[in-house]
């Protein structure tokens, strides 16, 4: 965050709490290596993954879909993250 700048700590300390209620309180941190690699996995999955409302439900790091189209179950593999606190969906590899 660059330095007088008031306006963005609100975003800080918003995503501080969100880090902490959806992801540290739901383990116990054994260490600094274990800690940085929770909230990087979280960090990762919150700016790429994760559906935001402000931009259509969309990730805010992401491709656009070209069209949607109906997936059966046999092509949609789910990959989890942070210990298997967050899934995510993805298409199959053909």
Do not use: W
Not at 8 to 17: A, K, P, S, Y
Not at 27 to 34: A, C, E, M, N, T
Not at 63 to 85: A, R
């Amino acid at each position: 965050m660059p330095k007088a700048s008031p306006n963005l700590n609100d975003r800080c300390e918003r995503f501080i709490e969100t880090i902490k209620l959806q992801c540290l309180n739901r383990f116990i941190v054994s260490g600094k290596r274990h800690l940085y690699y929770l909230t990087a996995e979280f960090t990762s999955h919150y700016n790429t993954r994760r559906a935001h409302m402000e931009s259509d439900h969309l990730p805010p790091v992401r491709e656009e879909p070209e069209e949607v189209e109906k997936l059966k179950m046999d092509q949609i593999e789910v990959k989890s993250y942070v210990g298997g606190l967050v899934k995510s969906f993805e298409r199959r590899a053909a």
